[in-house]
């Protein structure tokens, strides 16, 4: 078979995400061929694509060192680097290649991207309208823009740049599902009615279809039609609860594992080194006000919010977790130790970008299973737990779409939810019992009905100094947000979603009992 032909054929597999058949068939021609550049480049992005980064590296190299004027594995380069969280290098390796290229849209495109990654996002908009405007106003690029422009709240350029993006492919559906957050329904139905035209006349593949449906029964939720909203959340979670392999016996067995090891660990005192920035952790279920809770934080004048990240499940899955079961003795063998290594390793992720303010916000509502590693490790820590009217929780959890089925494929069934809700609970309880000075237990029902007060009382347990931005944190762009809170985050507080879920009780009172007795 002619070459070209083949390696076009491998290019389609690579597009299909046939990564392993990529690989092989490319380690098997360059057995063949040694000396053809783009095969190494293919191989390295199939790499990339199952995470093996450090063998993409390698890939790369190889093509660059046969073709020195091909740019795409020099790109591809840099964002391995990226991925390896090799940030100097990545960036110093872009810089480089737009000396060379200061016109090459796909390069100042990944570029931008690298900006996102390290939460730079007002640099990644610059970077992104340049590389639209070099593109003539490709789509893909015109998407990133439109969600970088969100991150820094500036939310009627997103709206404009996601029209944009429908002027040219009307039956975008991530366009369509971001506008929907944008518009009160009340005021103009014009977008519903396009969206239930696009359900009903549109062949959609699962998700999408499912994405429709959740923005769709937002729509009717703005007009206040609650049993067609209903529906529609109904009909969303269906089709990704049908598709979603998603099993709580695994979460289930780490909670129950955690309760058990520090039923037996007693708080030390630590002697250890720790860094002496100020982590205040906020956790809780999702959806029960934690985005909020930062944005009111990091609008004090000596606080940075980072918003949801993974740096404590990553050090603790690596030091304290096997096969996952919790290595009880490991943590005995560092309480006694000098050093602290998980603090060490929190903070070696935390450096990467590079935040300069001594206290620090980290928003990930499931460190809620991690607190006692928190009191053990971080003696400088503030742990903000967060509670909600269970119904309002629970209902806010069943309307919206997670894109992290990691984490949350558990919310697309309701019996998942309440079960969720039992385990959070019973573990809550456990630390509020065995930690009941070291956990702020804020109501978030409380702080939107009197925020003043319960702001107060929250920046005195963190020991931070009044400071009236917090009351205005609505204004802050300093904390990141990347979640379905986006928008909300960025409104000043209101009242009206507490006990919203009244709204829903003809439809969901079944589910509202079994709350009633777990909580």
Known sequence: MDIDKKIYQINIKLNLKKFDEVISECKKLIKKEPNISILYNICGLALQGKKEHKDSFNFFSKAIEINKNDFAPKINLANSYMYLNDFKNAEKLFQSLLIEQPEDYILIANYA????????FKSAVKLYKNSAKLSKNQHMILNDLAKSYQNIGEFEKSKKTYEKILEQNPNSIEAHISINRLIDYSKNQDHLNIMLNLYDKLELNFNDKALICFAIGKAFEDIKNYKESFLFFKKGNKLIETSNNYNLEKEKKLLKNIKKSFEVLDKGICNKKYDKRKIIFICGLPRSGTTLVEQILSSHNEVIGIGEVDYLEKSINDIFIQ?????????????????????????????????KSKVITDKTPHNFRWIGFINLFFPNAKVVSCERNIKDNFLSLYKN??????????????????????????LSKFWKHKYSDYIYQLDYD???????NEVIKLLKFCDLPWDPNCLSHHKNSKAVINTVSIYQARKPIYSSSSNFSKHYEAYLNDYFKKLSAID
């Open 113 to 120: 991207n690298f900006k996102r990654k390290i939460k730079d």
């Open 446 to 452: 409380k702080l939107v009905l009197n925020s003043e």
């Open 401 to 426: 779409y997670f894109a992290s089925i990691k984490h949350m494929g558990w919310s697309f069934d309701p019996d998942g939810i309440i079960e969720y809700c039992k385990m959070y609970l019973d």
């Open 323 to 355: 096969n996952d079961k919790i290595l009880n003795q490991r943590i005995k063998e560092n309480i006694d130790s000098n050093k602290n290594i998980l603090n060490e390793m929190y903070f070696n992720y935390m450096n990467l970008y590079n935040y």
